[in-house]
């Protein structure tokens, strides 16, 4: 919690209930938790809220709160164990306050254990006044940003240090964005600092990389696979549509696969999933839409999808749809966790966005994914890749929890910081266990990020040993100098460290992958096993990390899951503590508040 993130929390609060442990035969763990009530004591999701809103102002000294600020509960977690734990947004005196998020944690009693907070010092302003207009905060914004500026509003914003009065103005066809033209802008309302300036989307591929590649002069082509093609169902007998199909898509990258659809009548089919909240696929059109309701359902008269090829406009849809219903697939069976953001809405995802796009994108003013279909000269082919997707939808579960975001963001869009290099991290080890869930042949799981995507070095990142990608420069290792690494670069650490606690380190072959995992003190970690590791890192994504956490917060976060789920003197718990230090990250060097 010692340094600033970048873009404002969302003014939305939907108050749902987190599962907390692994369940379902992929993993095997601690029961899930209950959504919204505990039948054995009569707690209720309300009386969560309500007791935990009550200790944060009882204990104000911890908890940072002060007079004049309200909570809004975005969301609130009970634990089969016996914690609860209530997620809030802050506000003063009426505005949202940027950087003021807390999660308060409450004993099975509803009595106060703690709090992990984003400000370590007071949220509250030198003056609410502002010094500018509204009129001349919008102005700014739209010329930094080089885009039409929406409405401003004042806010709070606690995330450098300090709080100060600012103005927070959405920015729509920015110049500034490769693709997806909407930024955040914070102005400071006294004297007109820009405070901040950041795009709305997760980029898959930072601009950074991007220059690198196309000064090494590479092209990546991505082999497709093929895989044998299931026996189609359909709604046999029905009378009355919309019913349930089952279809098959023919992909670019993983074959031929069974895709769960709509059938509308009798020879009409839609790429949507009744069976996962009405999840769909649309196409932009090769324009850069960011409103989902634009863009053009896929339909079919015989309920197959694609040829495989980028010819046909549905096979990149048939990998979009595959990977976000796996990626679905993996959250609710590990984790009981009910779509992105956790409240039983479909996910989206649009494909054939803007013209030569060479990205993907998670984009919070969508909800949705993106896809384009590549530059056509270095990148030959869309970017919906499996692990791609499972990346990118969890930036969307990272943005419905913890909002993890950089610390700052430089002129070219690319971004830096320990809790945006987290947040990085966090994609890379839940998009590989997407792989591992979904269990495609053709696409076989294993811990590399990229590997599918036809570059030289075989892969974009890797968790046991980051530094081995020489493109973006990971590190293996935590120092001093990771707090203002690019975010990418500097997400290695912690996918480091997970990799450590689940498999250990020294050389292995997993799945027929080879794999060799440094330390940096020569120690031998013992995994426990990816089981074990990735409950503990979702546990502490969901419970105990804000949106400024940093490498040694995560380092408490995950011991504190370690705890909850296995206790404080398991092998479990030990073994955290062991794959930090082996990343440099101890209790020794834990850097000072307000750094």
């Known amino acids: 919690m010692r340094g600033p993130h970048i873009r404002g929390l969302a003014v939305a609060v939907a108050v749902t209930t987190a599962a907390t442990g692994l369940a379902g035969t992929a993993f095997a763990g601690p029961a899930t938790g209950t959504d919204h009530a505990v039948a054995a004591t009569g707690t209720t999701a309300a009386s969560v809220v309500t007791a935990a809103r009550a200790a944060a102002f009882a204990h104000a000294p911890a908890t940072g709160v002060v007079q004049g600020d309200a909570l809004r509960a975005k969301d609130v977690m009970i634990d089969p164990e016996g914690a609860r734990h209530v ?3 802050r506000t003063h005196q009426g505005m949202l306050v940027l950087g003021g998020d807390l999660v308060v944690h409450l004993s099975r009693q509803l009595a106060y254990i703690g709090v992990t907070r984003a400000a370590d010092h007071s949220v509250k302003p030198a003056t609410t006044r502002p010094e500018l207009t509204a009129a001349q905060a919008e102005t ?29 103005i959405p920015v729509s066809d920015s110049d500034t964005t490769e693709a997806t033209g909407t930024r ?35 092209t990546l082509n991505p082999a497709t696979g093929t895989a044998a093609q299931p026996t189609a169902l359909t709604a046999a007998g029905a009378t009355h549509y919309p019913v349930t199909a089952t279809g098959t898509g023919t992909s670019l990258f993983v074959g031929k696969v069974p895709l769960t659809t709509t059938r509308t009548a009798r020879t009409s089919y839609l790429l949507k999933d009744p069976t996962r909240w009405g999840t769909e696929t649309r196409d932009a059109k090769g324009q850069e839409l960011e409103s989902f309701a634009r863009g053009k359902a896929f339909t079919s008269t015989t309920d197959k999808w694609g040829n495989g090829t980028v010819s046909h406009r549905d096979s ?42 060479a990205n993907a994108f998670w984009d919070s003013t969508c909800d949705c994914m993106l896809y384009g279909d590549g530059d056509g000269d270095m990148f030959k082919k869309p970017l919906v890749v499996l692990d791609v997707t499972g990346h990118e939808l969890t930036h969307g579960v990272v943005d419905a929890t913890a909002e993890l975001e950089p610390t700052r963001v430089d002129a070219d869009g690319n971004q830096y910081g320990e809790a945006g290099s987290l947040n990085e991290s966090l994609a890379d080890i839940f998009g590989s266990n997407v792989e591992f869930s979904a269990n495609n042949a053709k696409n076989p799981p294993n811990y590399l990020i990229g590997e599918k995507l036809g570059l030289a070095q075989k892969f974009l990142r890797r968790l046991d040993h980051p530094s081995l990608d020489k493109l973006e420069g990971t590190i293996d290792y935590w120092s001093p100098q990771t707090y203002d690494a690019e975010v990418h670069a500097g997400s290695g650490v912690s996918s480091h460290a997970y990799y450590l606690l689940a498999e250990g380190s020294g050389r292995k072959t997993i799945g027929g992958f ?41 380092r408490l976060a995950t011991l504190k899951a370690a705890a909850d ?31």
Do not use: C
């Open 87 to 89: 997620r809030f947004i």
């Open 140 to 168: 700014k914004a739209a010329t930094v940003a080089k885009g039409d500026a929406g409405t401003a509003r004042l806010v709070v914003d606690a995330r450098d240090g300090r709080a100060a009065l600012a103005y927070q």
């Open 184 to 218: 955040t802008v914070v102005i400071d309302a006294v004297t007109g600092k820009v405070r901040s300036n950041t795009p709305d989307s997760d980029e898959f591929l930072s601009p950074e990389l991007l220059d690198t590649l196309r000064e090494r002069g590479e």
């Open 316 to 357: 990149a849809a048939v990998d979009a749809q595959y990977g976000i219903t796996k990626t679905l697939d993996f959250y609710k069976k590990t984790f009981g966790r009910k779509g992105i953001a956790n409240d039983g809405k479909a996910a989206r995802g649009m494909v054939h966005f803007g013209n030569k796009v």
């Open 514 to 554: 080879a794999y060799d995992s440094p330390t940096y003190d020569g120690s031998t970690v013992t995994g426990i096993g990816r089981a074990r590791a990735t409950a503990i890192f979702y546990r502490a994504l969901t419970r105990y990390m804000v949106s400024t956490t940093d490498f040694h917060d995560a």
């Open 565 to 595: 789920l296995y206790g404080a003197n398991s092998t479990a718990y030990q073994t955290v503590d062991k794959a930090w230090a082996a990343v440099n990250v101890t209790v020794a060097n834990t850097p000072a508040a307000g750094r």
